[in-house]
């Protein structure tokens, strides 16, 4: 059984973009803290490490890092190991213009937008999300097992 939730969403930068949500546990830095080439976290620090942002709905509860994130994410969208959307907590300037100059470069942009506390409580409950302008469809699946009434 699915159940399809509709969260609404501030947009940062606009787009159609879904996948499978990983929530980040701790803020990650794309500066130093991805390997843009394989999309992979390569933080030391992250609690995360090694797990993949390719094509997937990236929840980042808190953003930190430098200027040069913006050229880290525009450089994994080019090279087709960046993350399918992005769902931040906060907005975000420098990530918005990575994906802004990727769009307008490689045509290879993703969705940035900003959810609430509440919204980003019942986002880290999906399985898969897709975000379609400002909104954002999550797709909860039932536990294996389960039957359908």
Known sequence: MTDVVTLAASVLVAGDAGGEVLVLDRPLSLWGGVDAEHGVITSQRHPQRGASLTGRVVVMPVVIGSSSSSSVLAEMLRRG???AALVLGHPDSILAIGSIV???MY???????VLDAAGMATLAKARRAHVHGERIELSHTAAPGATTP
Do not use: F, L, N, Q
């Open 107 to 113: 045509e290879r942009g993703c969705p940035i937008v």
């Open 81 to 83: 190991s960046g993350p």
């Open 102 to 104: 990727a769009g307008r």
